[in-house]
């Protein structure tokens, strides 16, 4: 006499998918509450990408021929990375930084910028650019943001002009900075159909002189 | 199955990156990422910081940790020359070999503080920290394998050297992916409709930083440009986010250098925005060891 068999209840696959994506959604909706949605839904495009690694066999196997302590170097270096992005503070924990470019909707138009430009002794008109006379710095804040009382202390607009001018002339004692200019540049998204510009639109802002003994 | 088979032929053999490599790999890698460095430090006259106004430091990192006096002496001609000076030799030293342990973690420490110092007077870009970070995987593994090793004092296998290559791609294609995550995540729909990219690149344009071509104002006026970064950008960033698949698959890697580096160019004309060290680390997207067997570990 045969055993009755007993066929497992089957679960229709549609069904399940339907079960594990409210469940989801559920977790996600809870956690929400907790963890901005642009943080955590960055975390949950993260997870799927080292979930899709975790089980990819070439690096189960890579992984498990480390050492220990290679392991705990690795881990520290990519959990860096990680917990830097996540911290939101791109200048406590560098190199552990945030990673963002473009991250935002640039409303501006015009779009506006405000450039020095120095006189010089023959009357020749140049841009002093913070990056190019001081390469050393990638990028500094715009200088807009120097007239910012919650950013930097009043006067610091005045403090770089002299600090530009000062190390052109090194380079140029022949031909030296009289005066710089502070121009606010504005460029139209959407300008005049055929409209071709030689130089955006300026406006001056203020006026700095340069005297030789500073 | 001919989709999926048409599928696996377009996605290409799955293998990891550098799995193969071996010792002479990792050296000539070493030998990169520390002569980069060397040559980025000669080019920048960093004692010319001596002369910005105090006003517009705000300390970036380990720079936070030291006192004012301490920052004081950093910032005057003589400590800027001296920080440069030190950090240089400490380079030059670790392209010998010659306890490499120690001379990397000193270098690793000194780029750090060099790093941190130069954005310490804006904001903290990300130009070159993927290259930072090589160097702390070259060092972080150099004491591992001295601390794993057999026995003290006998080389690492040949093996290991797959280690901290692996590890570098890894750090390289997850910057890319958390820049796309962000933007994704962040931005939403938005970023990638409408004006955004246009003025993302007038801003930078007018901005100036050091290579200034002066030529991404005019996009405006050139609709071809605008279709150009509308349309580029959620192609670039779909690249960002799936950049990890560098690490697996060498028909993705040959799209992605291309279309990366035409996406670096392109940022370098119309931005004036130059990420030169990604680009030069994209020779670690390429697996040497495939191709040439002198650079393989010896494993049977």
Redesign the interface.
């Known amino acids: 006499m045969s055993k009755p068999t007993s066929t497992p209840s089957r679960l229709h696959p549609a069904i399940a998918v339907a079960i594990i994506g409210f469940c989801l959604v559920t977790i996600i909706w809870m956690v929400s509450f907790a963890i901005p949605?642009?943080l955590a839904?960055?975390a949950y495009?993260?997870i799927i990408?080292l979930l899709a690694?975790r089980y990819?066999p070439?690096?189960i196997?890579?992984v498990a021929?480390?050492?220990?302590?290679?392991r705990?170097?690795?881990g520290?270096?990519?959990g860096g990375?990680?917990f830097g992005?996540y911290t939101l503070n791109?200048?406590?924990?560098?190199?552990f930084?945030?990673?963002?470019?473009?991250?935002?909707?640039?409303?501006?138009?015009p779009?506006?910028?405000r450039?020095f430009i120095a006189t010089t002794a023959n009357g020749t008109k140049v841009?002093l650019?913070v990056?190019?006379?001081?390469?050393?710095?990638?990028?500094?804040?715009?200088v807009d943001a120097?007239d910012n009382p919650k950013l930097?202390?009043p006067?610091?607009t005045e403090?770089?002009v002299h600090?530009l001018a000062?190390?052109y002339n090194e380079q140029h004692p022949d031909n030296p900075v009289e005066s710089v200019d502070l121009m606010l540049?504005s460029?139209?998204?959407?300008?005049p159909a055929n409209?071709?510009?030689a130089e955006?639109s300026c406006e001056l802002l203020k006026q700095y002189e340069i005297s030789s003994d500073r | 199955m001919r989709i999926a088979q048409t599928i696996r032929n377009l996605v290409g053999p799955l293998a990891l990156i550098h799995e193969q490599a071996g010792p002479r790999l990792l050296r000539l890698t070493r030998l990169g990422v520390f002569a980069l460095w060397i040559v980025k430090l000669l080019l920048d006259p960093l004692w010319r910081l001596a002369e910005m106004p105090r006003e517009m430091w705000t300390p970036v990192g380990i720079l936070r940790l030291l006192p004012d006096s301490a920052i004081d002496v950093l910032l005057t001609s003589t400590g800027l020359s001296t920080l440069l000076a030190a950090t240089l030799a400490v380079l030059v030293l670790g392209l010998t070999y010659k306890a490499f342990p120690v001379v990397s973690t000193l270098a690793a420490v000194l780029l750090t503080a060099y790093s941190s110092l130069i954005r310490s007077f804006g904001p903290a870009v990300h130009t070159d920290i993927v290259l930072l970070l090589a160097v702390y995987a070259l060092a972080g593994f150099a004491w591992a394998d001295w601390f794993a090793s057999p026995s003290s004092g006998k080389k690492a296998p040949a093996a290991w050297s797959s280690f901290p290559l692996i590890t570098i791609v890894a750090m390289l294609t997850l910057s890319y992916c958390l820049v796309g995550l962000n933007r994704t995540v962040n931005g939403g729909i938005n970023v990638f409709t409408g004006d955004t990219m246009e003025a993302w690149a007038i801003d930078a344009s007018l901005r100036g930083y050091y290579f200034n071509t002066n030529i991404g104002w005019h996009i405006p006026e050139w609709p071809w440009v605008v279709f150009l970064l509308r349309s580029g950008l959620p192609v670039i960033t779909l690249f960002e986010t799936t950049a990890p698949l560098c690490l697996a698959s060498s028909h993705y890697r040959w799209i992605f250098i291309p279309v990366m580096l035409s996406f670096h160019l392109l940022s370098l004309v119309f931005m004036n925005i130059f990420f030169f060290d990604d680009m030069l680390l994209y020779l670690l997207l390429i697996d040497w060891s495939r191709r040439f067997p002198a650079l393989r570990a010896k494993v049977v």
């Open positions: 949605l642009r839904g960055q495009l993260l990408i690694y990819w070439p690096m196997r890579w021929a480390m050492p220990v302590a290679h705990v170097v690795f520290l270096l990519v990375m990680i992005h791109g200048r406590a924990y560098f190199p930084v945030v990673w963002e470019i473009f991250p935002f909707v640039h409303e501006d138009d779009v506006t910028c450039q841009r650019i990056e190019q006379l001081f390469p050393s710095i990638v990028q500094v804040d715009p120097l930097y202390r006067g610091t403090e770089l600090a000062k190390v540049m460029v139209q998204l959407h300008p409209e071709s510009r955006p």
